[in-house]
Structure formats: C-alpha cells, structure tokens
C-alpha cells in the first residue's frame, strides 16, 4: 500500500527506512488513553481508599497507640506528596515518563500485595485482642513488613503522580488544533475518572475493609493495582514516548551563576546582542526572547572571557526556560493558599456532621458516615466535568476563539473565586447549626451539601486549570516536574493548615472540641477572607503574567513504538495502522 506524505513529513528517500518511519509518525491520541486513564483508574480504586482507612487499621489490628499512629501517618502522606519532585527529576532527566510509570505501578502493585499479606498471614500481624489488656503491639519483623509496604507505595506514587498526566497529554500532537483540543479534553476526562475512583475507593473499598475482613479488604485493592499495571503495560506499542535530554536544573544553575558572575556588565542594547545560536534540541521548542526578568538576560551576554565555560555564558533558550518557571511561580503559590482553603473545609465538615442529624429521612434508621461528605464534593466534579467539556467549552470556543474556551488563567480565577464564595456559605450554615445546637435541635447534614458542591466546582475549574497550565507553560524537558509541583503545593498547603489551625485555636479559642460551644463560623470568614486576598494577589500575578511563546513547532522529538517491522495486511508505519 503506497505510503500518503503526512503534514510537516520529511521526504526520505533510499534506505533510510527507519527515519521514514520516524518521519510518518501520528500520534495516537485517544487510542491510547484506555490504557493511560484505565492505568491511572485503577491504581486510585486501589491506593486511595486504603490510604484513607489505614488509621483504622493501624489502631485495630497493628494495636498502635492513637498517637504514634497518626504520626506514622502523617509521616507517610507527607512524604507520598514529597516523593514526586524526586521520580519527576528522575523522569525528566534519565528515565523518561513511560519508564519510570511502569517501575512505579510495580513497586505500587508490591506495596498493595505487601500490605495484603499483612493482613492474611497471622504471624505477620499481632494476635487479636482478647481484652484492652492483653492487647499485644506489633513486633521488630511485623513493624519491618508494614513499613515496607509503605516504603513500595511511596516509591509508586514518587513515580505515579508526577508522569500520568503529562504521560498521558504526550500522546496528543502539540502540533495541531485537534491535538491541542485533545490535551485540554483530556485533562477533564482524567479528573472525571479520578474523581470516580475515589467515590468508588472511599465507599465500597472501606466498607469491606471494615465491615467484612481485612484480608479481603486489601486483597481487592491490590487485585485491581495488578489490572492496573496490565492495562498499561498491554499499551506499550501504541504510546509515544518522550525521551529524556539531561537534567534541567543544570541548565537553570548555568543561567543562574552566569547572571551573577556578570551582573556588572552592562545590558544588552537589544535581544539581538544575546548569543542565540541554532536551536538543536528535539525535544524542547525554541521559546521566543521576553523582556521580564532582564537582569537574567546577562547570563546570554557575550564578552571574551565567556566563551570558555558554560557556566559564563548561556543561550537565550537557556535564559528563556529559566524565565518560565519564574513566571509560573506567583501563579503556584495563589495554589497553595487554595489548597489551604480546601483543606480546612475538608477537615472540619465531618467534625459538623457528626454533631447533626445524618439520617437520609426520619423513618430510615441508616446513617451517613460523617467521613463521607467528601463524596458530595467527588460527586459534583463527576457531573460538571463532563458538561462543562461536552457542552460549557464548545459555547465559550465559538465566544472566545480559545481552544480551552478559556484561558488556563481564567479557568484557575474563576475556581479562586468559587473558593470564596464557598467558605462564606460554609459559614452561614455553621451559624445556624450552632444556633440549633444551642437549644438542642440537630440540623440536617444536607445543609453540608451546598457548600460541598460549591468546593467540587472551585476544584473543578482551579485544580484542573493549575495542572493543565503547568503542563504547557513549563520546558518539555521539565512537564514531570510540573506535575510534582502540584502534589508538592498540596504538601506545602497540608503543613501550613496544621499550623493555622493550631495558631488560631491558641489564639481565640474557636476551636473547641464541642462545635456547640466553638465559633466555627467565624473560623470559616477568617479562611474566606484569606481566600479572598488570595484572589486579589492572582489577578495581580494573572495580568503581569505572559504565555510562553515558542517560535518553532516540536518535531520528531519522540521514541516510537516499535513498528519497524512489517504487520501483514498493512504498511509499515504507524500512519497505515490508526
């Protein structure tokens, strides 16, 4: 079958069979995503309700004092948000994305399997509890088999949480409309199945681990990280695969030290005066010069003591790059004071809910767990994500001309600004359930709902928006780094309302362990108000903020999957075979 010349195809002519191939690439896109979104699926079905639950189990059956289990905890979750900065550096310096997923879903699917055994094998746990003091703690080996689980699962999630999304957004052609609207489509159907994962993991995953038996309750999750890890291994010959160009940090410290180093020479008169030699890289698009930051820009100045180290003089892409994440910084730290604002109402609706009247109606004696409010919050992303990617942009677009309908910056605004509006009705309700609570009349825990809905939207519009923005303002050669920036703001946020909370309660007393005789609501206008500073700041940031402008396209930048050899029935390149 005669080869069609695709769109920007070098024409190869002789022998070169294997460049032919490379040349005639098209990116598979969709095709590719049951196995990317089907990976990421089913990794969360099995590590977030079980991550959830582990207090439980670490009291119950490890016999942990309360204390040194929360402790252990907070020490495990602390560090899973911290391992992705590190399997970012190591995905975008030495092993590529495809590489370091796969080594990260084994090492998640041993943890899951590790703690399983935990659970099943006797002589791995201590014996039940005949009375509260015959109560027996876990010994040296049973301890050493629980941390090693732990020890599997943060090594997944080092390498998990920092690859997927960007994994997953390689598979889409930067080049084209298509493939751009693609990438953005995609980052809402991955929050759309993470959000349903966890409603799922929260609810189901916790009651069998809970109400039926640890032992299956743990071996279901790590039944489905091993269909996790199948679905994306059987995906193999369809991905493309972004290959690693070195480490960027050393670029970024050249910039660095070479500004200082000439700090006293005078500025360029124009960009023209910079060294910009031809732009080698496949990987990274050349990003075209800006006028922010020019005090960088004498890491590109020429003098004639420069040219014999790199550490005196840098090209204007390498300058460029460095820009890039100056930039995004003011944008990501408004995130983190919005992760502050989450994790308040997170913590504090189900110390609400546990003071107010849980039955779904007065006849029904079943009671909603107060833990599962947060599925309220899964459940309005559930239903908007689609309707805003299937209906919301398809108007804006047609408004607006942007391929996102809007900007990256608005869609994270807008969540800000919901974020605002969230703890202030957050707030009205707590004051009128501490007025009930006086008289001794329980509300219903639906008023939760509003302000929990409220939270799903701001974190569908501010979430999504801060990922998909990190991704394409970020060098190609650091989007894993982008995507820890996420997990590492969320960590950051995690310390800093550990301290206000503490702060605050040392302070006015609002936060007693009696909501009746706390001031909650005044609590709640205090993070409202801190929300709403956050906004004023990110309009700041927003408008000071400019895109990257690349002024050429990436091309053949990727590792293939491997077609080279002929299929029967079809041709030899990737092209013959979608």
């Known amino acids: 079958m005669e080869k069609q010349q695709q ?142 689980a732990f020890a599997f699962l943060v090594v997944g999630a080092g390498g998990i949480r920092p690859c997927n999304l960007a994994f997953g957004a390689d598979q889409f052609d930067p080049r084209t409309d298509s493939g751009r609207r693609g990438i953005a489509s995609f980052f809402n159907w991955y929050y759309f199945t993470f959000t349903v994962a966890m409603m799922l993991s929260a609810t189901l995953i916790i009651y069998l681990q809970s109400n039926v038996s640890w032992a299956i309750g743990l071996a279901v999750p790590a039944a489905l990280m091993a269909i996790s890890c199948a679905l994306f291994f059987m995906g193999t010959r369809l991905y493309v695969r972004v290959r690693p160009e070195g480490s960027p940090f050393t670029s970024f410290a050249r910039v660095i030290v070479a500004a200082v180093r000439k700090r006293r020479v005078p500025a360029p008169a124009s960009a023209d005066d910079l060294f910009d030699p031809p732009h080698q890289s496949k990987l990274v698009a050349k990003i075209a010069y800006t006028d922010q930051f020019r005090c960088l820009d004498k890491a590109a100045v020429v003098t004639p003591e420069s040219r014999s180290s790199p550490w005196r003089l840098c090209t204007v892409q390498q300058v460029e790059e460095v820009k890039c994440l100056a930039r995004i910084i003011p944008v990501w730290s408004a995130g983190i004071v919005y992760f502050i604002v989450v994790t308040q109402l997170g913590t504090f609706v189900v110390l609400q809910a546990l003071q107010m009247d849980r039955r779904l109606t007065r006849w029904w004696a079943f009671e909603v767990p107060a833990g599962s409010m947060v599925v309220f919050n899964m459940m309005a992303m559930t239903v908007w994500i689609p309707v805003y990617d299937r209906l919301v942009v398809p108007a804006l677009r047609r408004v607006t001309g942007k391929e996102g309908g809007i900007s990256q910056l608005q869609r994270i605004g807008v969540g800000l600004v919901l974020s605002v509006a969230t703890m202030v009705v957050a707030a009205a309700v707590e004051q009128r359930r501490r007025r009930l609570g006086a008289v001794g009349v329980k509300m219903s825990f639906l008023w939760l709902v509003p302000q929990q809905v409220a939270a799903g939207m701001s974190e569908a519009f501010a979430a999504i928006g801060q990922t998909e923005l990190y991704y394409r303002q970020f060098p190609e050669n650091m989007r894993s780094v982008a995507g820890a920036l996420f997990f590492l703001a969320f960590a950051l946020a995690n310390y800093a309302s550990g301290f206000m909370v503490a702060a605050v309660h040392r302070t006015t007393g609002w936060l007693a362990q009696d909501l009746n005789h706390a001031r909650l609501d005044l609590f709640y206008l205090t993070v409202a108000a801190i929300a709403a500073a956050n906004v004023c700041y990110f309009l700041l940031c927003a408008r000071w903020y400019r895109f990257k402008n690349t002024t050429i396209d990436i091309a053949d930048h990727v590792e293939l999957p491997d077609y080279h050899h002929h299929q029967p029935g079809t041709g030899n390149t990737i092209a013959s075979m979608v």
């Not at 099995?46 to 309360?66: F, K, R, W």
């Not at 905890?73 to 092993?95: H, M, Q, R, V």
């Not at 495809?98 to 998640?108: C, E, H, K, P």
Request: aromatic content about 8%; hydrophobic content about 40%; proline content about 7%.
């Open 7 to 148: 769109p920007g195809e070098k024409k190869i002519t002789g022998g070169e069979e294997e460049e032919e191939v490379i040349s005639s690439v098209r990116y598979r896109g969709w095709k590719s995503m049951p196995y990317v979104i089907g990976n990421e699926t089913f990794e969360k079905l099995g590590t977030i309700g079980t991550t959830a639950n582990l207090l439980v189990y670490l009291t119950t059956v490890y016999h942990l004092p309360s204390v040194h289990a929360a402790t252990l905890l907070n020490f495990f979750s602390g560090t899973t948000n911290l391992a992705p900065l590190l399997g970012a550096f190591l995905s975008d310096t030495f092993l590529g994305r495809y590489t370091t997923i796969a080594a990260a879903s084994l090492a998640s699917c041993l943890g899951m399997l590790l703690l399983t055994l935990t659970a099943a094998i006797p002589s791995l746990h201590p014996p039940p509890c005949t009375s509260p003091s015959t109560c027996q703690g876990p010994t040296h080996g049973q301890l050493a088999a629980l941390l090693a």
